[in-house]
C-alpha cells in the first residue's frame, strides 16, 4: 500500500507557543488529505478535508483559525495548532488519497503534550 | 449528524472461536461502510468496504441498511486477529470518515 509520513512523531511545547505537523504522501500524489484528532481511548475526530491549491473545509465545531491547514503541494499538508493550550494536547493523525475510488491511506499519527 | 456506534470496547474470544464485533450507523444519505484496523504500534489500515464484498483474512461484513448495521464477522478467529477494530462511515467524498470508537479483539490461545 501507499506510504503516508507524520513529521513529528512526537512533540511537546509550550502553552502559547504554535506547533506544526506535516504529513506527507511518499510514493503518491495525494489530491485530498484529512486530519483527524484522537482523545485516549476515544474514535477518530474528523476535523477537516485538505485539497491541493485550496482552502479546507472544518468540520462543524473545528476552530480553523485555530488549526490551521495548509495544502500546498500534492505530496505535503500542513497542520499548526496555533496558541496551543493544554487541552489541545492529543494524538493527531492524517490521511491522505490520491482521488477517485482509492482508499485512504493513514499516517502514523503526532502525539503532542502542551504543558 | 453523522455517528458511527460500536457498543464493545473489549471483547476476547478463544482462538478457534467466532467473533462478532458490532457497528451501527445513523447517517444521511447512502454511506459507504469500512472496517479499519490497527495492529500493536502500527497505523491504521483498511480491512474492508463494503461495496468490495471481500473476505480479508477471513473477515466479513455485511451492510444491512434496515438494522443500519455493518458487523464485521469471522468464524476461526486467530491470535493474529488480536488488534483495535474501528467501523467508519463516509459519504461522496472518499476519506472524509466518520468513525466508531473502537473495539479492541483479543484472541486467547
Known amino acids: 500500500g501507499a506510504v503516508v509520513s507524520q513529521h513529528p512523531s512526537r512533540v511537546i511545547c509550550k502553552s502559547g507557543t504554535s506547533v506544526k505537523i506535516e504529513c506527507r504522501s511518499l510514493d503518491f500524489q495525494a489530491t485530498t488529505m484529512f486530519w483527524y484528532r484522537q482523545f485516549p481511548k476515544q474514535s477518530l475526530m474528523l476535523m477537516a478535508t485538505s485539497n491541493e491549491g485550496s482552502k479546507a473545509t472544518y468540520e462543524q465545531g473545528v476552530e480553523k483559525d485555530k488549526f490551521l491547514i495548509n495544502h500546498a503541494s500534492l505530496t505535503l499538508s500542513t497542520l499548526t495548532v496555533t496558541s496551543a493550550h493544554p487541552e489541545d494536547s492529543s494524538f493527531y493523525i492524517c490521511s491522505a488519497t490520491s482521488g477517485g475510488d482509492t482508499e485512504a491511506f493513514f499516517g502514523q499519527g503526532t502525539r503532542l503534550t502542551v504543558v | ?109
Open chain 2, 1 to 109: 449528524a453523522q455517528r458511527v456506534t460500536q457498543p464493545e470496547k473489549l471483547l476476547s474470544v478463544f482462538k478457534g472461536a467466532p467473533v462478532e464485533l458490532k457497528c451501527n450507523y445513523s447517517y444521511s444519505g447512502s454511506p459507504e461502510l469500512f472496517w479499519y484496523v490497527q495492529y500493536s504500534r502500527q497505523r491504521l489500515q483498511l480491512l474492508l468496504r463494503h461495496i468490495s464484498r471481500e473476505s480479508i483474512k477471513g473477515f466479513t461484513a455485511d451492510l444491512n441498511k434496515g438494522e443500519t448495521s455493518f458487523h464485521l464477522k469471522k468464524p476461526f478467529a486467530q491470535e493474529e486477529d488480536s488488534a483495535m477494530y474501528y467501523c467508519a462511515a463516509g459519504g461522496s467524498t472518499l476519506g472524509r470518515l466518520y468513525f466508531g470508537r473502537g473495539t479492541q479483539l483479543t484472541v486467547w490461545p
